[in-house]
């Protein structure tokens, strides 16, 4: 029998997959897809994930696959830059850095293939759960399979069929918009430093960065609430480039211009925040977006994962190497109430960040005065972007202190 059966093999899984099995867990990681090439992965590691990253060993893995740290933040408001900051953000701190998760990922199969006690099933998904006195004790697979185990652990993202399975109720929040994501090929302009762009013109909202693989990533805001604007059918309809180039200053227009052969379809990227008022049921724990789905704002799905791992290895170790099925079922509570608060403020401030933008969104004459006077007064344009600074703070390093404490072995 195995342990511990793993549902999704993405950074949560298999981080955890790996820190388990180096510590003697028998551990068994099941992933409906046969590869790690979806369409859309996050791929920025803020200081907390880094230092999550650093306590798993993996450092040395992100030094070898493609990764490109970020050099900058520029916000531009109706053709004007407002303000820019630099990476990284604190003295002696770590530089925000965007790494290929599918190079991540596969990196780290890599390493936890290695151990004997480590079995990974792909391209068949969970069905259901196996249930024994209302205790799970293991999983039914697609194709009928059954694999037992002490533990279930969902790690299948938003839409998790562990959650749904273990009849685990989703708060989910209100949100206001989707993301339309672009891949396009950059331009050497844009490649003497890697800045995060966001831009706000009329109606227009998106970001723009070089992603980890040297292509040019966009993510334009899709307001739900306008009619037609999440029909994929209106897409095709649109220039997208000229579209994304008439809300650019005429240096960003002409580089998406350049490219305009290079623009591949566009992914939709729905925006689901919420948070599981329980995270498990006798058998069963969930973490990472399968617990708490994170706004992308800021880039927190990965951070929060990663460090979701980390707890849950510290208090999964002792009580799997002793087997008992009550002192399991007994610490996923508290695996779930070390982790709430943070979630809970990370998400405050992502909701806070997103305010902002809708309020320069909403109120055309508040976007002309901020575009028109904050570049002119040095005073006041040092002030917004100090506020922005410090708002960012926990966003980037984590509300709490995290530390890997079981030793391998």
Same mark, same amino acid.
């Given at each position: 029998m195995s342990q511990v059966v793993i549902i999704g093999a993405g950074p949560t899984g298999l981080t955890l997959a790996l820190l388990l099995v180096q510590r003697g867990v028998e551990v068994t990681l099941i992933e409906a897809s046969r590869n790690f090439r979806r369409t859309f992965r996050g791929e920025a590691l803020m200081p907390s994930g880094l230092e999550a990253i650093e306590q798993m060993g993996l450092t040395d893995l992100v030094a070898h696959i493609p990764h490109r740290p970020l050099a900058a933040w520029e916000f531009i408001i109706? !053709?004007?830059?407002?303000?820019? @900051?630099?990476?990284?953000?604190?003295?002696?701190?770590?530089?925000?850095?965007?790494?290929?998760?599918?190079?991540?990922?596969?990196?780290?199969?890599?390493? @936890?293939s290695e151990y004997p006690n480590f079995e990974f099933i792909a391209g068949s998904g969970v069905r259901d759960i196996l249930w024994e006195r209302e205790r799970a004790i293991g999983v039914i697979l697609a194709d009928n399979r059954q694999i037992p185990a002490d533990l279930v652990v969902g790690a299948d993202g938003r839409n998790s069929i562990v959650r749904q399975q273990? !009849?685990?109720?989703?708060?989910?929040?209100?949100?206001? *918009?989707?993301?339309?994501?672009?891949?396009?090929?950059?331009?050497?302009?844009?490649?003497?430093?890697? #800045?995060? *762009?966001?831009?706000?013109?009329?109606?227009?909202?998106?970001?723009?960065?070089?992603?980890?693989?040297? /292509?040019?990533? #966009?993510?334009?805001?899709? !307001?739900? @609430?306008?009619?037609?604007?999440?029909?994929?059918?209106q897409w095709q309809k649109i220039d997208w480039v000229e579209t994304l180039a008439v809300a650019s200053p005429d240096w960003l227009a002409a580089a998406l211009r350049q490219q305009a052969d290079t623009l591949e379809r566009p992914f939709l990227l729905s925006v689901t925040v919420g948070l599981c008022p329980q995270w498990h049921a006798p058998g069963v724990l969930l973490l990472g977006d399968a617990a708490h789905p994170m706004s992308p704002i800021r880039a927190q799905g990965i951070n929060m994962a990663l460090r979701d791992v980390i707890v849950a290895a510290n208090h999964l170790v002792p009580v799997l190497k002793q087997s008992h099925? =009550?002192? #399991?079922?007994?610490?996923? =509570?508290?695996?779930?109430?070390?982790r709430v608060p943070?979630? @809970?403020?990370?998400?405050?401030? /992502?909701? =806070?960040?997103?305010?902002?933008?809708?309020?320069?969104?909403?109120?055309?004459?508040?976007?002309?005065?901020?575009?028109? #006077?904050v570049p002119r007064i040095p005073l006041l344009r040092n002030r917004i972007r100090q506020s922005w600074i410090d708002r960012q703070l926990q966003l980037r390093k984590g509300f709490t202190q995290v530390s890997l404490q079981v030793s391998r072995g």
């Open positions: 109706e !053709n004007r830059a407002i303000f820019r @900051v630099e990476e990284p953000m604190e003295a002696g701190g770590k530089p925000c850095t965007l790494i290929s998760q599918p190079a991540f990922l596969e990196g780290v199969m890599a390493k @936890v273990a !009849n685990l109720a989703i708060d989910l929040a209100a949100q206001s *918009y989707d993301i339309l994501w672009f891949k396009l090929a950059s331009t050497p302009e844009l490649e003497l430093e890697n #800045i995060f *762009y966001s831009v706000l013109c009329g109606d227009a909202a998106f970001g723009l960065f070089l992603g980890s693989e040297g /292509q040019l990533q #966009i993510g334009w805001s899709l !307001n739900r @609430v306008t009619e037609g604007q999440n029909d994929p059918k099925l =009550a002192n #399991i079922d007994a610490v996923l =509570a508290q695996i779930q109430a070390e943070e979630i @809970v403020r990370i998400q405050q401030l /992502q909701r =806070a960040e997103i305010a902002q933008g809708e309020l320069l969104h909403d109120y055309p004459p508040l976007r002309y005065l901020v575009s028109r #006077i």
